[in-house]
């Protein structure tokens, strides 16, 4: 079974950035190092073995494009995404890159590791295609955004690798690229740091720099990306919104390590929650979710189309059937927004909730009761049980309801996801001139607020 096949999500007048026309990467390995020398020698003497890393990629990125690149080690991506960089060329197909590349693909790649920071910086630049001047005029901000002081003159093999990544970073996007690459390289930095990476990618994004981004971070790529691609074995394996191509991705690593191939992974058209929505879902099978049902504050089934009311207490049901004897059970839950991001979530094992020893076809029924605080949008849930806390999933299901919270009935403007209950004190400051309007309290009011025992 094939998964090869073209890439298109290009609207009618859209300006191509990056097109990938039929481009494969070939590379040879041989059993002995001899056997290399002796092809070169002897044409016609040939032991190495074809590895086709990239097999016919057909790819067009419109410009201003944010995508995220998915895809176990050893699948492709960074082969890809060098050939895109122009550092490697492809054994077949052809390449198209509009625009000023700015590329961070790899520690160390790029860098003079003689030369000091300083200079690494200037001769990247030139390197990119800027003046001497052009590059006088960024180095402050590179070097401000950098942050690594007096180093910025030392030679770069005295650099952490976290040191190093801080002034390559700074570099890449300080030079005004029109197209952006980023492979894997913010997760050698500092906490602060990659919020500040992720800050400047952000703005980078929004003035219409088209961007390439390889994480095993799924997170940042459900949050940073407006489209996603899954490479597996050199091929396109799917692509799509960020959140389906993850659930796609955890899926297939999840069949990888029950021995499942993906060729033989067909969509189950009877498999079903509640006789309503035929799903995907993962896991060893061991037991199985049966139902998933949302109750409202009346205790009333949502329904096919659920609807709540803002910070409306719910009620979770989970009907779960074993398959085989366990020694132990663990279920839980997230509520996700648009872009799969968690939420709320929680599992009976964090809530000290202990399940034990279920028999073959035995069936028990979970709830979990809480409210939902949460800013007027519409949210999926993601419901998942495993045998303990270490052990491979037995079911997981992804968007197994999709539901709507309504605004507050108040008026009031959620400005965060979460709305949480915060006290406002304002205080006059002893010899402050100027004069405090209200010195009173102010104690937000919401639905519900006041029973915070009851669920």
């Known amino acids: 079974m094939s998964f090869s096949f073209e890439l298109r999500f290009v609207l009618m007048g859209e300006e191509i950035a990056i097109s990938l026309k039929n481009v494969s990467k070939c590379y040879k390995r041989y059993a002995h190092p001899v056997d290399r020398l002796k092809e070169l020698l002897l044409p016609h003497f040939s032991k190495g073995l074809e590895f086709m890393a990239l097999r016919d990629i057909n790819l067009d990125i419109p410009k201003g494009q944010t995508v995220g690149i998915i895809g176990r080690n050893g699948s492709g991506k960074s082969t890809m995404l060098q050939i895109i960089a122009g550092t490697l060329a492809p054994t077949t197909g052809k390449v198209i890159v509009k625009g000023r590349v700015s590329a961070l693909l790899e520690l160390g790649s790029g860098f003079n590791p003689e030369f000091t920071g300083r200079q690494n910086v200037f001769f990247n630049g030139r390197l990119l295609g800027l003046s001497q001047n052009e590059i006088e005029a960024k180095f402050d901000d590179i070097a401000g955004f950098a942050d690594i002081g007096d180093f910025i003159d030392q030679p770069v093999k005295t650099y952490s690798s976290g040191m190093f990544v801080r002034l390559a970073f700074a570099v890449a996007v300080n030079v005004d690229p029109e197209v952006l690459i980023v492979d894997e390289a913010l997760a050698v930095g500092d906490i602060v740091f990659q919020h500040r990476c992720m800050r400047r990618m952000r703005a980078l994004m929004d003035s219409g720099v088209t961007t390439l981004f390889v994480s095993h971070d799924s997170s940042a790529i459900k949050t940073l990306c407006n489209w996603a691609i899954m490479i597996h074995d050199g091929q396109i394996y799917t692509t799509g919104a960020p959140n389906d191509v993850t659930i796609t991705y955890l899926k297939l690593l999840t069949d990888l390590e029950l021995g499942i191939s993906p060729s033989d992974v067909k969509p189950d058209k009877e498999d079903r929650i509640n006789q309503d929505t035929a799903i995907t879902r993962r896991g060893s099978g061991k037991a199985r979710i049966e139902t998933v049902r949302m109750l409202n504050c009346l205790g009333e089934d949502a329904g096919d189309t659920p609807i709540f009311g803002f910070n409306e207490a719910v009620t979770l049901v989970v009907t779960?059937?074993?398959?085989?004897?366990?020694?132990?059970?663990?279920?839980?839950?997230?509520?996700?927004?648009?872009?799969?991001?968690?939420?709320?979530?929680?599992?009976?094992?964090?809530?000290?909730?202990?399940?034990?020893?279920?028999?073959?076809?035995?069936?028990?029924?979970i709830k979990f009761k809480f409210k939902l605080p949460l800013r007027p949008a519409s949210y999926s849930l993601t419901v998942a049980g495993a045998e303990n806390n270490e052990a491979l999933t037995f079911d997981w299901i992804d968007n197994a309801m999709v539901f709507q919270v309504l605004p507050p009935k108040t008026g009031k403007h959620i400005y965060a996801l979460v709305d949480h209950p915060i006290n406002i004190t304002v205080e006059e400051q002893p010899g402050f001139l100027g004069h405090v309007e209200n010195l009173t309290p102010c104690f937000p009011t919401r639905e519900g607020v006041e029973d915070e025992k009851g669920i």
């Open 320 to 365: 779960l059937k074993a398959y085989v004897k366990l020694s132990s059970c663990i279920l839980g839950f997230y509520i996700c927004d648009k872009n799969g991001n968690e939420i709320i979530g929680t599992n009976t094992f964090e809530e000290n909730i202990k399940i034990a020893h279920l028999d073959s076809e035995q069936r028990i029924i």
